[in-house]
């Protein structure tokens, strides 16, 4: 019989890293706004520290989705909701990879160390330059404005399927909506 719900580890897993982008989405747009000055480094700081936790779980997510495979949709869907269902999450997943990659990139060009946690140092990946890091700013920015867009249409996905269609989408994330 094929689960009718995420592991607790994958629920675990999606509410934590949904939980750090909601934090690291509004700080990194709050940054920009700010004038330099010690507390902007620190934010960045805060930023690049969420960046990098949201990078390691995902990769753990990665793992974990591969060998746990997610339960599957209920028969009622249609399958081209089913089909937009998995691009979607392939997409989410795939943002959330290459946002915390293109800020790692954009930090290296722009030559600012990451220091996780302000004690262990992650190597930048390129040589200091003003050019490309000017364009890995632009990339980063797209890309967590594509993760917005996404995001939404994942919150509306599941608040359609729990308050429209009235099925069993959304207990698969969230075991106290399931119906015994």
Same mark, same amino acid.
């Given at each position: 019989?094929? %689960?009718?719900?995420?592991? /607790?580890? +994958?629920?675990? $897993? #999606?509410? @934590?890293?949904?939980? !750090?982008? =909601? *934090?690291?989405?509004?700080?990194?747009?709050?940054?920009?706004?700010?004038?330099?000055?010690?507390?902007?480094?620190?934010?960045?700081?805060?930023?690049?520290?969420?960046?990098?936790?949201?990078?390691?779980?995902?990769?753990?997510?990665?793992?974990?989705?591969?060998?746990?495979?997610?339960?599957?949709?209920?028969?009622?869907? %249609?399958?081209?909701?089913? /089909?937009? +269902?998995?691009? $979607? #999450?392939? @997409?989410?997943?795939? !943002?959330? =990879? *290459?946002?915390?990659?293109?800020?790692?990139?954009?930090?290296?060009?722009?030559?600012?160390?990451?220091?996780?946690?302000?004690?262990?140092?992650?190597?930048?990946?390129?040589?200091?330059?003003?050019?490309?890091?000017?364009?890995?700013?632009?990339?980063?920015?797209?890309?967590?404005?594509?993760?917005?867009?996404?995001?939404?249409?994942?919150?509306?996905?599941?608040?359609?399927?729990? $308050?429209?269609?009235?099925?069993?989408? !959304?207990?698969?994330?969230?075991?106290?909506?399931?119906?015994?």
């Amino acid at each position: 019989m094929k %689960p009718v719900a995420y592991t /607790r580890t +994958a629920i675990a $897993l #999606h509410w @934590l890293t949904a939980a !750090l982008i =909601l *934090a690291a989405l509004p700080l990194g747009l709050t940054l920009t706004e700010l004038a330099l000055s010690p507390t902007k480094l620190k934010l960045y700081a805060w930023h690049k520290w969420l960046g990098v936790t949201v990078f390691a779980l995902v990769v753990l997510r990665v793992v974990w989705r591969l060998t746990h495979p997610a339960p599957p949709l209920p028969a009622s869907i %249609p399958a081209w909701q089913q /089909r937009a +269902a998995h691009v $979607l #999450h392939g @997409l989410l997943y795939l !943002l959330m =990879l *290459a946002i915390p990659l293109s800020g790692w990139l954009m930090s290296s060009a722009k030559g600012f160390q990451t220091v996780y946690l302000g004690v262990l140092p992650i190597p930048d990946l390129l040589a200091k330059d003003a050019a490309l890091a000017e364009t890995l700013a632009a990339l980063h920015t797209w890309l967590n404005y594509s993760l917005i867009a996404l995001l939404l249409a994942h919150v509306g996905a599941a608040l359609k399927h729990q $308050l429209i269609d009235r099925d069993a989408v !959304l207990g698969r994330m969230l075991p106290g909506l399931r119906k015994h």
